[in-house]
């Protein structure tokens, strides 16, 4: 069955960099894109991009260029997010979402807490 | 403010029907892409609902179902059930934003 783990919640002081991985099983890894979304606390649900899984070329959504970046480790089937310069406003649950066929996110990893405090 | 538009809360009573609008523009909903539908429970990741306007993934019960008509989709939920109290979202695709959520809905079982 499909399945996307996230990697644990971090703690992080402003200006400091964090990276959130999310390994893929029970597909082929290559055949979906990964997308990612962003959930401050008690908000809604904000799409941050996406990484074309063949090629690794990442498009970043509306306000995540600059400090994000999305890559890939194919071979271990891990996508990867990381957050540089750190800000109080970065502290949210960052979710990977396995991309279907009609643009809807059909599996989702947990949810990695990350939380900006001096 | 989000690109697609929910009302922020609605609520039934157990047993009853229930529906949830999501409001977008020419640019999404509008220009023919698909709406997808996700409820999230406290505390847990999202999960897909409806996708493709009005399709259930394997194992969704038949009391969710999903339509979409113009710049409007809309998430019905008969024969509510407690276990249905939770946040929804409906997501689409926009033209130049690319992918879009709605702010979200609180669904109360009364």
């Known amino acids: 069955q499909v399945q996307l783990v996230q990697s644990g919640s971090e703690l992080r002081k402003p200006g400091a960099s964090v990276k959130v991985s999310c390994k893929a099983s029970?597909?082929?890894?290559?055949?979906?894109?990964m997308n990612w979304v962003r959930q401050a606390p008690g908000q809604g649900l904000e799409w941050m991009g996406w990484?074309?899984?063949?090629?690794?070329?990442?498009t970043y959504g509306q306000g995540f260029t600059g400090r994000f970046v999305f890559s890939l480790d194919s071979p271990v089937r891990t996508a990867y997010l990381q957050i540089s310069s750190l800000k109080a406003e970065d502290t949210a649950v960052y979710y990977c979402?396995?991309?279907?066929?009609?643009?809807?996110?059909?599996?989702w990893g947990q949810g990695t807490l990350v939380t900006v405090s001096s | 403010q989000s690109v697609l538009t929910q009302p922020p809360s609605v609520s039934g009573a157990p047993g009853q029907r229930v529906t949830i609008s999501c409001t977008g523009s020419s640019s999404n909903i509008g220009a023919g892409y698909d709406v997808h539908w996700y409820h999230q429970l406290p505390g847990t990741a999202p999960k897909l609902l409806i996708y493709?306007?009005?399709n259930r993934p394997s194992g969704v019960p038949d009391r969710f179902s999903g339509s979409k008509s113009g710049t409007s989709a809309s998430l019905a939920i008969t024969g509510l059930q407690a276990e249905d109290e939770a946040d929804y979202y409906c997501?689409?695709?926009?033209?130049?934003?690319?992918?879009?959520f709605g702010g979200g809905t609180k669904l109360t079982v009364l």
């Open positions: 493709g306007n009005s």
């Open positions: 979402a396995r991309e279907g066929g009609s643009y809807e996110f059909d599996y």
């Open positions: 990484i074309n899984t063949n090629t690794g070329k990442p």
């Open positions: 029970g597909y082929t890894f290559t055949r979906n894109a």
């Open positions: 997501q689409s695709y926009d033209s130049t934003l690319r992918k879009v």
